[in-house]
């Protein structure tokens, strides 16, 4: 009777990792052969809605300020690299203002 069970157990988990990594996928394919998805990502990529003419301007994106974990003093290595990497995303991201925080968690009292 157990080892009835056990394959049974068996087979039900192969079925579910069987059914979860099909194919399927949800998107279908319209008639001019592009996926919906990345037919409407074209529209909302370009930062032009489909009744814009090209000859507009896109809109300059809205100032964003996030606050980033900077490391502490004494890690000089980790504070170049963080420097490093916010400097590459601020050139690919100009519009974003980035605060440090070396702010560190401490249990003394």
Known sequence: MRKL?????????LGT?????GGGGGQKEDAKGSTNNSASADNH?????SGQSSGQQEETPEE??????????????ARRLEDDKIRRFQEKYPHVNIVKSDWHYSIRR
């Open 5 to 13: 069970m056990a394959v049974a157990c068996c087979l039900v988990l």
């Open 17 to 21: 990792i069987i059914a979860a990594c």
């Open 64 to 77: 964003v300020t996030i606050s980033i974990y900077y490391p502490l003093p004494d890690q000089t290595e």
């Open 45 to 49: 990529g370009s930062g032009q809605s």
